[in-house]
């Protein structure tokens, strides 16, 4: 395929049809290109190259005055870089303010180019105004250093980088510093991590706005027009251009590529164009694959940029704002001193000699917290040592010492691990660790890579040591700071997700290689053992709190079972707390601390006791009682009233609520005037660390899936629901909610909530619809529906695991199907994974017993029917 040169278009093809063919033509051609896999770089370039040529013979076609007038590319386009929806901004440089007979030709000219669809930016300004207007904004003066003559007055450009260039212009440590704040300012945004979901391929940290700030500062004060220029003047060593321009061309094939897809200009990677993208640049593979092997070879894409791009900034910091004076050094030993509060080697070369000393110099970081990171000049010694090691660091006796120093050494938590990672120091150091740098998974619950992810778990253990996050944390703060050996909880951390990527089971992959390494690097058996238990068992107290009935005693005694003496699970609770925090700031809530308090103090109750004694049910129950009979009789009620109105209660809602909830809740069930009217209660004080919404009246059908159907549709999120009826057929249903902010709700919500409840009551079944709209990012992910039943001992009881798209109104169809099919709900525990709900329900016959095998078949395939349906729709 080809395509005609713009300069040799005649007058007769200026049409605009004729243009738009022509520009339809090019971009057909480049779109064969990329997908041949030809050069990214003569792409963009090749692309900016046709529009100048567009536009100079646009230009000609309009016989602008050359003498007074100049077309000028600025910004990106100045560089020479376009990609297929690139902003081509574009300045008219005027030697004179234009008359009005000028001014209809420049607006004619501009209009023909939005015509064609061009996403052209402009301004029409002399000299002095870009001098004026550059003095004042930033951005302006940037775009004017890229300036580039497409055709025109080369006098008056020549004017005008005279100006550009003069120091009085923009002086070079004031740029430097508001490109410094620009940049930090960017970063802020993207709460200062390559690690986004969907993240922006020019501004996320790392990404090609980082590249370009290194070369406007250079170009600024060192007159470096390119990377290849900063190399030659010194400014990069040839490692660093070589890496700077293979990351640049990466990130450019991913933006061609996925400009290539969108209809307007976009640089975010969302959801909807990652699978498109990673086809296009020709990933493959079965699933969510192709999308998980281009994410990670993108997130190691801006770590490398992100790495490169502070070093450099810490060197051109000290030759632009300290004339390349340099404090005076602080002596820590032979090998490492510190300077303005940055540790470096002493010795040429130290790293490549004698690996190991690399540990040491985080082992100093550790030992002192005023040390803020790494010195410029020692962080390319470092990346030299890098590349010229032929083993990892693990394999070195010398080596296995030191990690294990920082392991167990009281203040690594606080900077050096991260600073490990950041630096690559541990994929150095570890071979699994490598794997897990920049692996994603393509999902919404996890938010940060593997890597990214196992780093601030460590920095979320580290917490625990300050009282001061007591309130949020308050097991993990009592017990972090007693465990005997909180190596092994740190070396459990850095292993849990290890094995992720790699096909099989992670928890077991990383059990075995945590074993390994533990004994590799002396550890004794025991502690080996307890740190492989921990790596193949971190996700089983967030799984049995979130997903198994902890009220049952049977599920108490399984848990305890498997974890077998306290130190254990006190190890755990602190595992499982920062894992739950470290995988998604929007996780951890309330709810989840209430639910793993009371798995941890009811095993340890069991531990204490004995599991040979499993707790007595009866004991329980007449504890609850006995307490919420107090409280009853501290508001006027009689024994007998008590009595009365307890006769009609089953033994199980003694069991499975609290003695205040069991107070509050038969005391407006005594004074309630209206029987046979629906009581709906809104807990004022938090319950389990949720708003408990009580809800009483005769039963009905499908009153669970009317409750939630309502609630879903005033975007409540239910997380636990106890439904009991009456010996007399009356329900007394407990809902646990909470908002879309994992809060409680406000109080002033209360009365419409009642009132809402009551009305759909009222109106009886829910329809099976949505009651809200799909969220936008919902609908890039698919997730086969499961319904499993799991085994119990109880023949009255059946509980049913299910996972499925947490869409709105999943939890009525899931409530309805069970009354379409005359099975009662019994209790429900919501679990939310992202665009995962991950359910356990339990429920029983009309005749208290267990469902039989074909029922349960029946079920499932209902159940699967009916949210495919939903799914649909």
């Not at 100048?52 to 013979?57: K, T």
Request: glycine share 4%.
């Amino acid at each position: 395929m080809s395509f005609q040169s713009p300069s040799t278009l005649t007058d007769d093809q200026l049409s605009i049809s004729q243009l738009k063919n022509q520009l339809d033509q090019f971009a057909e051609y480049q779109n064969t290109l990329f997908a041949q896999r030809h050069s990214v770089s003569e792409l963009v370039f090749g692309r900016s190259h046709y529009m100048d040529e567009l536009l100079q013979r646009l230009w000609k076609k309009y016989q602008f005055d050359d003498d007074k007038m100049g077309l000028i590319a600025v910004g990106g386009y100045g560089r020479g870089e376009l990609h297929p929806l690139s902003d081509i901004d574009i300045l008219i440089l005027c030697k004179n303010k234009i008359s009005p007979e000028i001014q209809t030709k420049v607006s004619d000219f501009i209009t023909l180019l939005w015509d064609l669809r061009l996403e052209v930016g402009h301004a029409v300004r002399t000299v002095n105004e870009c001098s004026d207007i550059g003095r004042e904004d930033l951005t302006v003066a940037t775009n004017l250093q890229e300036a580039r003559l497409l055709t025109g007055s080369s006098d008056l450009f020549y004017q005008l980088k005279l100006v550009i260039l003069s120091e009085s212009f923009w002086p070079t440590e004031a740029f430097f510093r508001a490109k410094i704040q620009e940049q930090s300012e960017r970063h802020a945004r993207y709460h200062d991590t390559t690690y986004n979901l969907e993240p922006d391929i020019k501004s996320t940290p790392g990404g090609l706005r980082d590249i370009h700030t290194l070369g406007w500062i250079a170009r600024r004060h060192f007159g470096a027009t390119s990377l290849l220029e900063m190399s030659n003047n010194g400014f990069l060593t040839d490692a660093e251009y070589r890496e700077l321009t293979e990351c640049q061309d990466f990130l450019w094939r991913v933006r061609f590529a996925l400009h290539m897809e969108l209809k307007r200009y976009d640089n975010r990677l969302t959801f909807a164009y990652q699978a498109p993208v990673a086809e296009r640049l020709g990933f493959s593979g079965e699933g969510n694959f192709p999308v998980e092997t281009m994410m990670k070879e993108f997130y190691r894409t801006l770590r490398r940029v992100a790495e490169l791009n502070r070093m450099l900034i810490k060197l051109f910091d000290q030759a632009i704002l300290n004339d390349g004076e340099e404090f005076d050094p602080e002596i820590i030993n032979d090998e490492f001193q510190k300077r303005d509060n940055l540790i470096e080697v002493r010795i040429p070369h130290l790293f490549q000699d004698k690996p190991e000393t690399i540990l040491d110099m985080y082992i100093q970081i550790a030992n002192d917290s005023t040390i803020d990171g790494v010195a410029p000049t020692t962080m390319r010694e470092l990346r030299t040592a890098r590349r010229h090691l032929n083993t990892f660091l693990c394999t070195i006796p010398a080596a296995r010492d030191k990690f294990l120093e920082l392991v167990r050494h009281p203040n690594s938590l606080n900077k050096a691990f991260s600073l490990m990672h950041q630096h690559g120091v541990l994929a150095t150091y570890l071979p699994q660790w490598s794997h897990i740098v920049g692996q994603m998974q393509f999902d919404l619950f996890h938010v940060y890579t593997v890597d990214e992810h196992s780093i601030r778990l460590l920095k979320h253990i580290n917490r625990f040591s300050d009282p001061g996050n007591q309130p949020k944390h308050p097991i993990c703060c009592e017990v972090f700071p007693r465990l005997q050996k909180r190596e092994i909880l740190i070396l459990a951390a850095i292993f849990h997700d290890i094995g992720k990527g790699r096909g099989g089971d992670h928890s077991e992959i990383g059990a075995v290689e945590a074993y390994d390494f533990c004994i590799d690097h002396g550890l004794s058996k025991p502690e080996a053992k307890q740190v492989s238990w921990l790596v193949k068992n971190h996700l089983l107290m967030s799984v049995t709190a979130q997903r198994r009935d902890i009220y049952d005693p049977e599920v108490i005694f399984e848990f305890a079972k498997i974890v077998r003496d306290e130190e254990y699970l006190e190890s755990l609770v602190c595992l499982t707390v920062a894992d739950i925090c470290a995988t998604n700031p929007e996780l951890w809530n309330s709810w989840k601390r209430t639910l793993l308090a009371e798995l941890f103090y009811s095993t340890q109750r069991a531990m204490r006791r004995g599991l040979e004694n499993p707790v007595d049910v009866r004991e329980r129950i007449r504890h609850n009682k006995h307490l919420s009979s107090a409280l009853l009789r501290k508001e006027g009620f009689t024994t007998r009233e008590i009595d009365v109105i307890w006769q009609r209660f089953k033994a199980d809602y003694f069991l499975r609520h609290t003695h205040n909830q069991i107070a509050w809740q038969c005391s407006h069930i005594l004074n309630n005037p209206a029987p046979d009217t629906p009581m709906v209660l809104v807990s004022k004080k938090a319950t389990r660390g949720g708003t408990e919404i009580f809800v009483y009246c005769k039963d009905q059908h499908a009153l669970f899936a009317t409750v939630v159907a309502e609630l879903d549709r005033r975007g409540f999120n239910v997380h636990d629901a106890q439904i009991m009826t009456s010996k007399d057929g009356f329900v007394l249903d407990t809902f646990i909610v909470l908002d879309q902010n994992g809060d409680t709700i406000d109080e002033e919500r209360h009365d419409s909530i009642i009132k809402n409840i009551r009305n759909a009551l009222a109106k009886g079944t829910p329809s099976l619809h949505k009651t809200r709209r799909t969220p936008s990012q919902l609908q890039h992910f698919t997730v086969k529906t499961q319904v499993d039943f799991l085994p119990t001992k109880s023949k009255k009881r059946t509980p049913l695991e299910f996972v499925a798209l947490d869409m709105p109104g999943l939890l009525a169809t899931v409530g309805a199907t069970f009354a379409e099919m005359g099975y009662s709900l019994l209790a429900a525990k919501i679990t939310t994974m992202g665009e995962r709900a991950e359910d356990l329900f339990i429920i029983t016959t009309k005749n208290n017993r267990q469902l039989s095998e074909e029922e349960q078949t029946e079920l499932r395939e209902k159940l699967t029917e009916h949210v495919d349906e939903l799914v649909r729709n």
